[in-house]
Each structure stands twice: as C-alpha cells, then as structure tokens.
C-alpha cells in the first residue's frame, strides 16, 4: 500500500468518528433540558465538524477520497444515548457519562494514530491539535458532570 492510501485510511478512521461524534453531540443536545448544555452540546458538534472539513482537506491533499458518512459503531453509541436518557433518573448525568465515555474513546484513538505513524509536519500537527481539543472536552464534559 502506498503511504498516501495508507495515511488517507488513517485520517478516514478519524473522519468517520468526527462524524459520530458531531451526530452524538446533536442528539445530546435535543435530548436535555438545561439551555447551558444544550449550547454546549451544539458547539461541541460545531467543533467536530470543523474536525471533519480540516481532516476531509487533508485527505484530498494526499489524492485520496475522503468518506462520507460515520461508522456503524457510532450510530449504535447514538441509539444507546438515546434509550439510555429515556430511561434513566438523572437524564443529563447520563448523557454527559456517554459522552465523556465516547470521547475518550476518539482521544485514545487519536493518540493510537499518532503514537503508530510517521505523518507529514503539517498531518501531525492537525492530529495534535485535534486531540488537545478532544482532551479539554472531556475536562469540560466531567466538570459538567460535576455540577449535574
């Protein structure tokens, strides 16, 4: 495999959990009542979709086509937060678990990507950059968990 196909895998694995993601911060958002998580939730999903546009960039730079849609895995963590808030005492709480629980997910995947490749100055620096953003959510998410 070329190293362009290879890298363009890679970033696609991203891509496709950015999408995820920003769909599962949408869903968090319509699925609690407080106006201060509901903005959160939306800027988070704001943040991640401007994740996808820079990593859907970057793969085009490598030739390469881009995907266009999220995993399967993710729609599952979406129809999982869904039932999960329906049934549970403390939706918000919930929520921002499942939350916190899927964005540790994408920053330890972040990490795996960067720690077992070799990528250009620029590839690397966007990843690093993604993950340090990744890491500060999931600070914000557990403080919000604190006050819920």
């Known amino acids: 495999m070329k190293y362009?196909?290879?890298v363009s895998n890679q970033l696609n694995e991203l891509l496709e959990k950015n999408y995820d993601a920003e769909k599962g911060y949408l869903n968090a958002a319509?699925?609690?009542?407080?106006?201060r998580l509901k903005i959160f939730f939306k800027n988070r999903a704001s943040e991640r979709s401007e994740f996808?546009?820079?990593?859907?960039?970057?793969?085009?730079?490598y030739g390469q086509i881009p995907e266009d849609s999220g995993t399967f895995t993710?729609?599952?963590h979406r129809n999982w937060m869904s039932l999960k808030s329906l049934f549970s005492s403390n939706d918000e709480e919930a929520i921002l678990e499942e939350a916190i629980r899927g964005e540790k997910a994408n920053y330890d995947e972040y990490c795996e990507i960067l720690k077992d490749?070799?990528?250009a100055p620029s590839t690397e620096k966007l990843?690093?950059?993604q993950k340090i953003?990744?890491?500060s959510a999931i600070n914000s998410l557990m403080v919000e968990e604190e006050l819920a």
């Open 4 to 6: 362009s196909e290879k």
């Open 30 to 35: 319509e699925n609690v009542d407080s106006t």
């Open 52 to 61: 996808a546009k820079n990593l859907r960039t970057e793969i085009l730079s």
């Open 74 to 76: 993710g729609s599952m």
């Open 117 to 119: 490749n070799e990528f």
């Open 127 to 129: 990843l690093d950059r």
């Open 133 to 135: 953003k990744i890491q």
